[in-house]
Structure formats: structure tokens, C-alpha cells
């Protein structure tokens, strides 16, 4: 083969490997979390509150964000990823919206590192959490507040809250969430103010 041969041969190969590096290569996902939502400070006892790792429904259980549901088929776009677990982000921003409404109390996650005894445990249970068709964002949820010492259930709720004319995509997604987070606080909050 001549040296003109060896040049084009090279030439194409290392043009082909260039195009495929290009076309291979995938952006960086793009990260979003849940934040507090401002709620009302409600008059409360002294207690410490923990709030215990929330259970999800399993397609929810992803790093990747589930954007809508439509019929049977789920939305969920692998370059937008939630910033932590999504058990670990309800359970961490729960904690501070409780935070603000108890103020009279100490509310800490059941995950942290902290290891105080609670006179109240918050468990959550995530059956839907996610937006709609129709626009509207919506949390479904079984919520159990129980007393520690005793392991009684001092209150329990199956809850539905929604959002809507939700604008589509993940910022607007993640924010209706924080929303409805603050609200699922507002009831346990008021739940534990009645102890």
C-alpha cells in the first residue's frame, strides 16, 4: 500500500472514531431537589419528633425523575436525576417543614446521625407522587404518627393533595412537589400539636 493509501486509511479510521466519540458520548444529567415550603407555626408540646426514612412505591425508587404518568406508561427521562435518593430528599425536607410548624419541638430525621430517643415517630408511606395528564401534580400517601414508648398510633391518614396547572417539566415538577410536601406537614404537624 502506498503512503497516500496509508494517509486516507488513517484519515477515515481516526474520522470514524471521532464521530463516534461525539455521537457515544451523553450530556451530563441535570439535578434537582425538593425544598421546605413556608407554612403556618402551630402551638405544640416539648417533643422530639423523628421522622423515619419514608417508604416510596417502587417506581418511584429511582435516580432518575418519573416526569408524568399517562395511562399505563410512565414518563421518566434519564438525563434529569434527583440530587439524593428521593426516600432520603421527603424525608430530610418533612424534617424542616416540621421544623417550622413545631417550633416548640425537635424534629430530626431517622436517618441522620443523630440518635436521640423520640416521643413520636412520623412513618410515611408513598404510594403516588408524581404529575398527571391533566397538569395537576399529585401526592398520594398513608401517613402514621405513633408514640414511641408505647408503640401505640396516636393518629393515621391515607392523604391525597394536589396541584394544578402545573407547567410541564422538572423544575415546575419539583417545585409542585415541595408544595405538596409542606402540605402533608401542614396535617402531621396539626396531628402532633394535638397530642
Same mark, same amino acid.
Given at each position: 500500500?502506498?503512503?497516500a493509501c496509508n494517509r486516507a486509511?488513517? %484519515?477515515?479510521?481516526? /474520522?470514524?472514531? /471521532?464521530?463516534?466519540?461525539?455521537?457515544?458520548?451523553?450530556?451530563?444529567?441535570?439535578?434537582?431537589?425538593?425544598?421546605?415550603?413556608?407554612?403556618?407555626?402551630? !402551638?405544640?408540646?416539648?417533643?422530639?419528633?423523628?421522622?423515619?426514612?419514608?417508604?416510596?412505591? *417502587?417506581?418511584?425508587?429511582?435516580? !432518575?425523575?418519573?416526569?408524568?404518568?399517562? *395511562?399505563?406508561?410512565?414518563?421518566?427521562?434519564?438525563?434529569?436525576?434527583?440530587?439524593?435518593p428521593l426516600a432520603d430528599m421527603?424525608?430530610?425536607?418533612?424534617?424542616?417543614?416540621?421544623?417550622?410548624?413545631?417550633?416548640?419541638?425537635?424534629?430530626?430525621?431517622?436517618?441522620?446521625?443523630?440518635?436521640?430517643?423520640?416521643?413520636?415517630?412520623?412513618?410515611?408511606?408513598?404510594?403516588? %407522587?408524581?404529575?398527571?395528564?391533566? /397538569?395537576?401534580?399529585?401526592?398520594?400517601?398513608?401517613?402514621?404518627?405513633?408514640?414511641?414508648?408505647?408503640?401505640?398510633?396516636?393518629?393515621?391518614?391515607?392523604?391525597?393533595?394536589?396541584?394544578?396547572?402545573?407547567?410541564? *417539566?422538572? !423544575?415546575?415538577?419539583?417545585?409542585?412537589?415541595?408544595?405538596?410536601? /409542606?402540605?402533608? !406537614?401542614?396535617?402531621? *404537624?396539626?396531628?402532633?400539636?394535638?397530642?
Open positions: 500500500m502506498n503512503s486509511v488513517a %484519515f477515515t479510521v481516526s /474520522g470514524i472514531l /471521532g464521530i463516534c466519540a461525539t455521537a457515544c458520548s451523553s450530556p451530563e444529567p441535570i439535578y434537582y431537589d425538593l425544598q421546605a415550603a413556608p407554612g403556618r407555626a402551630l !402551638a405544640s408540646p416539648r417533643l422530639a419528633v423523628e421522622v423515619v426514612r419514608p417508604g416510596l412505591a *417502587g417506581y418511584l425508587d429511582r435516580s !432518575a425523575i418519573v416526569l408524568k404518568q399517562s *395511562g399505563y406508561k410512565l414518563d421518566v427521562d434519564s438525563q434529569v436525576r434527583w440530587g439524593e421527603i424525608g430530610r425536607v418533612l424534617s424542616q417543614d416540621l421544623t417550622q410548624r413545631l417550633p416548640a419541638s425537635s424534629v430530626f430525621s431517622g436517618d441522620g446521625a443523630i440518635g436521640a430517643d423520640a416521643d413520636v415517630r412520623v412513618e410515611v408511606n408513598v404510594q403516588q %407522587f408524581d404529575a398527571e395528564n391533566d /397538569g395537576s401534580v399529585r401526592l398520594v400517601a398513608d401517613v402514621a404518627i405513633v408514640q414511641r414508648s408505647s408503640h401505640s398510633t396516636l393518629a393515621a391518614h391515607s392523604v391525597s393533595y394536589h396541584v394544578n396547572g402545573v407547567q410541564p *417539566g422538572p !423544575a415546575a415538577l419539583a417545585s409542585a412537589m415541595s408544595l405538596l410536601l /409542606g402540605d402533608l !406537614a401542614d396535617q402531621v *404537624g396539626a396531628d402532633i400539636a394535638r397530642i
